[in-house]
């Protein structure tokens, strides 16, 4: 085993946390070194990134609209080349459905040179609101994460002949679902809630123009001379939201406010998370 590769897009850093652990975990169980290749920013799409035949890379995204992000989606199947090389898919989701994600990670995966072996769907918290799985993932989902993880390893270990998958690790086969259509996002009137314009707006009075927000924007659309805008596609990731220090950037958009409160209404039941290898 040459190396574990440790590859996201994570604008608010969910998918990371669940990537890097899965990473450190496949890590300790093959003896191989662990290696970041993170995409959420245009300039680390900037180059093709190869992975050789011994190499396992571990891939994770974020669900949006019960699927891969699609903005992303394209720089996902330009800027990865695998060479047969063994791969995990992992989606994360904000506790209402990963609907079709993982399937649709897996297919491009496939497309692009890897030989995927496992995926994982991991509820964690929605970004679009605090109210929605604020714990997740939690110890539970971290525990089966870990024994999910060990799964794969003892395949690529070929230790696996012949045991059954523990529990709750089920057969790859039953991730591999066809994609279905974008997820239509509500309204609290169970009408479709149509933000797609929608972009965040900048309190000026909190505003200090540090720029963090021009930094952390994995569209670049923040511009520097005017990090009180949003020139160019928002994808509604939340990360100048949430990362701004001094709270300055929020959504008024009346569809999109709609929408995260049918959330808050409907989805703060657990949802489970899914393990398949
Ligand atoms: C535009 C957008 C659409 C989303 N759509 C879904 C969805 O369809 N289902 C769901 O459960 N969570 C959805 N989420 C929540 C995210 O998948 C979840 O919070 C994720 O862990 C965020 O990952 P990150 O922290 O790595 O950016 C959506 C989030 C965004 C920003």
Redesign the pocket.
């Given at each position: 085993m040459n190396k574990i590769w440790a590859v996201?897009?994570?604008?608010?850093?969910?998918?990371?946390?669940?990537v890097l652990r899965a990473a450190q975990k496949l890590s300790a169980q093959l003896g191989a070194p662990v290696e970041t290749v993170d995409l959420?920013l245009p300039k680390a799409r900037a180059e093709v990134s190869t992975f050789g035949p011994e190499d396992v890379a571990v891939v994770?995204?974020?669900?949006?609209?019960?699927?891969v992000?699609n903005k992303f989606l394209p720089e996902l199947q330009r800027v990865l080349r695998g060479q047969g090389t063994k791969a995990l898919g992992i989606?994360?989701?904000?506790?209402?459905?990963?609907?079709s994600?993982l399937a649709e990670l897996l297919e491009v995966l496939e497309a692009d040179g890897f030989s995927t072996m496992a995926g994982a769907a991991?509820?964690?918290?929605?970004?679009?609101s605090d109210k929605?799985a604020p714990a997740r993932p939690n110890a539970g989902d971290w525990a089966a994460l870990d024994a999910w993880a060990e799964a794969a390893a003892a395949v690529i270990k070929g230790t696996a002949e012949g045991k059954e998958c523990p529990a709750p690790v089920r057969p790859l086969a039953e991730a591999r679902t066809p994609v279905a259509p974008y997820?239509t996002?509500l309204g609290v009137d169970g009408q479709p809630a149509k933000f797609l314009k929608a972009k965040p707006v900048t309190d000026m009075e909190k505003c200090v123009r540090c720029g963090m927000c021009v930094n952390v924007c994995p569209m670049g659309s923040i511009p520097a001379e005017d990090p009180a805008t949003t020139t160019g596609i928002c994808?509604?990731?939340?990360?100048c939201v949430k990362l701004c220090p001094h709270m300055a950037r929020h959504f008024e958009d009346p569809a999109f406010l709609s929408h995260v409160q049918m959330l808050e209404q409907n989805?703060t039941r657990p949802?489970e998370s899914a393990f398949f290898a």
């Open positions: 996201y897009f994570s604008p608010t850093g969910n998918t990371a946390k669940v959420t994770g995204t974020p669900t949006y609209a019960g699927r992000p989606v994360t989701f904000g506790n209402r459905s990963y609907d994600s991991v509820d964690c918290s929605h970004v679009f929605i997820y996002p994808i509604k990731c939340q990360a989805y949802a």
